[in-house]
């Protein structure tokens, strides 16, 4: 993989970074990294180490449990906010990432992260990809 490949690469991660709730799908992510959406999606699980989808959907449950923690909008409602366009894969997924189903997140006490600064609680409450569900919350430092 040259260089250049990751540089497109990048600019097609920094638009699902930025533009997660807007319908993306890899013929659109492909044509901003100027690849066709086979290699673009061979590229990108090289290169990071996951589908462009399972990328984009982590990015979206990670906006969710923010939406969710405020605690000020409905499950379904969250679900639309983040370009999610199915309530039951948007609830699989989230389950699958984060370990809990979302109407149980949005119900627990959120209040101990309050007094953690926002850099730590990003990392921290960031869904564990590949599957690999927390069973219990950490401490957090």
Known sequence: MTVEDLVRLRRARDVMDRDYAEPLDVPALARVAF?????????????????????????RIERAKALLRRGD????????????????????????LVGESPSSYRARNHDSGAAIPACYAKIYTRPVRNGEARQTPGPVA
């Open 35 to 59: 690849m066709s959406p086979g290699h673009f999606s061979r590229s990108f699980r090289a290169a990071f180490g996951e589908t462009p989808y399972s990328y984009l959907m982590t990015r």
């Open 73 to 96: 909008l409905s499950v379904t409602e969250v679900c639309f906010a983040v370009g999610c366009t199915s309530l039951g894969s948007f609830s699989s997924r989230f389950t699958e």
